[in-house]
Structure formats: C-alpha cells, structure tokens
C-alpha cells in the first residue's frame, strides 16, 4: 500500500486479505488433494501474469486423475516403432488387371510369387520420422514416413524411387505415395496406418496403375 494509506484502512486491509487467505484455504481443503498456493508478482489475472504455474496446476491435477497411457494417448499419436510379424492368415490381397491398358503403358513391378513369405517389418522413430524395413521376403529397402505432410524420397531399386507424403487423419498415419521409375510414375497408392485397442497394427493399402488395381489388408502383431 502507499505509504499515505491511513491506519485504520490499513488495519481494515489486512484483517480483510487474512479473512481471503482463510477462505481459500477451506475452499482447498473441500478436496483430499486440494492446496491453496501463493504466487509471487501474479495478480488477478494469474493466467496472463504467469501461465507457466497455471498450465504446472492443470498437468499436476491431470496426472493424478488420469491413467499415464490414457494421458500418453490424448497427447501423442499412435507409437509405431518396433518390430512387427506380419499375420499372412489374416492377410487379404486382391488384384485386378486393366482390361486394355493404354498403349505404352509402363510397366509394373512383378508380383510375390506364389509362395509369399514376410519378414519382420522394423519401424524406428527419430523425432516426428519413421523409418521402415522389411516387411517382405527379400525387400532390403527402407523408407521414410514423414507426417508433417513434406515429399519425401526413398531409392527402393536402381532406378526406382518411391516418392511419398503422410499426414494424421483422426489417429490414423495416411501416406500418399508413388513409385517412378527413371522418373515416369509407374503406380501409385495410400497406405493408411492404425492401432487397434489391443495393440495390433493394421495396414490398409490402395494400389493403383494404368495395369491393375489392388487392395491389400495387412495385420501385424508388435514382437519387440
């Protein structure tokens, strides 16, 4: 107070902030968890004044109402990384032919063959970047996944680059990619990526090309 205030509306004063600091303290103690805290140089607009103690509040109650996975859940995006089998029993593939090709059509990259056999897919995270290996018989190849919707670039074969943008939709990861070869887009697609509550991954992917069309519905199970 200024130094002027007379004594009476100082003694007025105090007797009316101990009566506030009393209140606040039972309005805390309505709660098993509730604590009146002071914080130096904040007004009444504590929020503006000093929001880093405002947003440590929230946190501090969340963290005690809230399992930590469901926090981890409503904060983050799905966590793909790891090693993954996939399940080729619930595997589904379907392909269709283009009756009549346009003429000069370039060509597809062979199918499995008939024997398919997959491999442990690795996905490993470094900041917002996933980085995929694996996955089928044979393939050496890694590619990138970056979900802040930039192109991407991978070389999966001499010649043949696989070119690519993610971007979340509703908890699920959607990359949209194509492959070119000597820089003539040979097919393109989507794969759309998901969690599902007990903690398989499922790949939906869309092929397309002036050849064929084809669906394909991955199941993968985490091994590591």
């Given at each position: 107070?200024?130094?002027?205030?007379?004594?009476?509306?100082?003694?007025?004063?105090?007797?009316?902030?101990?009566?506030?600091?009393?209140?606040?303290?039972?309005?805390?103690?309505?709660?098993?968890?509730?604590?009146?805290?002071?914080?130096?140089?904040?007004g009444h607009?504590?929020?503006?004044?000093?929001?880093?103690?405002?947003?440590?509040?929230?946190?501090?109650?969340?963290?005690?109402?809230?399992?930590?996975?469901?926090?981890?859940?409503?904060?983050?995006?799905?966590?793909?990384?790891?090693?993954?089998?996939?399940?080729?029993?619930?595997?589904?593939?379907?392909?269709?032919?283009?009756?009549?090709?346009?003429?000069?059509?370039?060509?597809?990259?062979?199918?499995?063959?008939?024997?398919?056999?997959?491999?442990?897919?690795?996905?490993?995270?470094?900041?917002?970047?996933?980085?995929?290996?694996?996955?089928?018989?044979?393939?050496?190849?890694?590619?990138?996944?970056?979900?802040?919707?930039?192109?991407?670039?991978?070389?999966?074969?001499?010649?043949?680059?696989?070119?690519?943008?993610?971007?979340?939709?509703?908890?699920?990861?959607?990359?949209?990619?194509?492959?070119?070869?000597?820089?003539?887009?040979v097919m393109?697609?989507?794969?759309?990526?998901?969690?599902?509550?007990?903690?398989?991954?499922?790949?939906?992917?869309?092929?397309?090309?002036?050849?064929?069309?084809?669906?394909?519905?991955?199941?993968?199970?985490?091994?590591?």
């Amino acid at each position: 107070m200024p130094p002027d205030v007379p004594a009476d509306v100082r003694e007025q004063a105090a007797l009316y902030f101990r009566a506030l600091a009393s209140g606040h303290d039972a309005y805390a103690a309505l709660s098993t968890r509730g604590h009146n805290q002071l914080v130096p140089d904040s007004g009444h607009f504590i929020q503006v004044d000093n929001p880093k103690v405002v947003l440590a509040a929230i946190n501090d109650v969340l963290s005690k109402i809230a399992p930590q996975s469901l926090l981890a859940a409503q904060s983050s995006h799905p966590n793909f990384s790891g090693k993954w089998r996939i399940d080729p029993t619930k595997t589904q593939q379907h392909a269709t032919l283009v009756a009549n090709p346009p003429q000069g059509a370039p060509a597809i990259p062979p199918p499995p063959p008939s024997e398919h056999q997959y491999t442990v897919e690795q996905i490993e995270q470094s900041g917002s970047l996933l980085k995929i290996s694996g996955g089928e018989a044979g393939t050496t190849a890694v590619y990138t996944i970056d979900p802040t919707g930039k192109k991407v670039s991978d070389s999966i074969a001499p010649g043949l680059v696989r070119v690519a943008k993610s971007h979340w939709n509703d908890g699920r990861l959607v990359t949209e990619w194509q492959m070119e070869r000597n820089g003539e887009v040979v097919m393109h697609g989507t794969d759309t990526r998901s969690l599902t509550t007990d903690g398989l991954q499922i790949v939906d992917r869309l092929i397309e090309s002036p050849r064929h069309h084809a669906e394909v519905h991955l199941v993968m199970e985490r091994v590591s």
